[in-house]
């Protein structure tokens, strides 16, 4: 089975920083389209950032270009968002996803929730003023 595991949410000041890690098992991971998606209460999960493979481009929503940064780690089968510069308006419970297909099988369109097929349960993110 495949699972994620986000981990490294927490309270921050505005200003600060976190790092969230998510851990991929039961998958290639190497080849394996990973996105970034964020929830605020009552709003719609949005996008954050994706990495279309391990050393490919990524990609971020405008609000946090220059702030956020994904990476990842082959020989961690880890994923990770480093979040920098947090603002109050960052406050989330962020979600890790990952797709089925490769970048090479389909169209290519991390952006969107329906591109993913499997989820972690997301890790809270929350930045004090």
């Known amino acids: 089975q495949v699972q994620l595991v986000e981990s490294g949410g927490g309270l921050v000041q505005a200003g600060g920083s976190l790092r969230l890690s998510c851990a991929v098992s039961?998958?290639?991971?190497?080849?394996?389209?990973m996105g970034w998606f964020r929830q605020a209460p009552g709003k719609e999960r949005e996008f954050v950032a994706a990495?279309?493979?391990?050393?490919?481009?990524?990609d971020y929503a405008d609000p946090v270009k220059g702030r956020f940064t994904v990476s990842r780690d082959n020989a961690k089968n880890t994923v990770y968002l480093q979040l920098n510069s947090l603002k109050p308006e960052d406050t989330a419970v962020y979600y890790c996803?990952?797709?089925?297909?490769?970048?090479?099988?389909?169209?290519?369109?991390?952006?969107?929730?329906?591109?993913?097929?499997?989820w972690g349960q997301g890790t809270q993110v929350t930045v004090s003023s």
């Open positions: 996803a990952a797709a089925d297909r490769t970048y090479y099988s389909g169209s290519y369109y991390p952006y969107s929730v329906d591109y993913y097929d499997y």
């Open positions: 990495s279309p493979w391990s050393g490919g481009s990524t």
């Open positions: 039961g998958r290639t991971f190497s080849s394996s389209p």
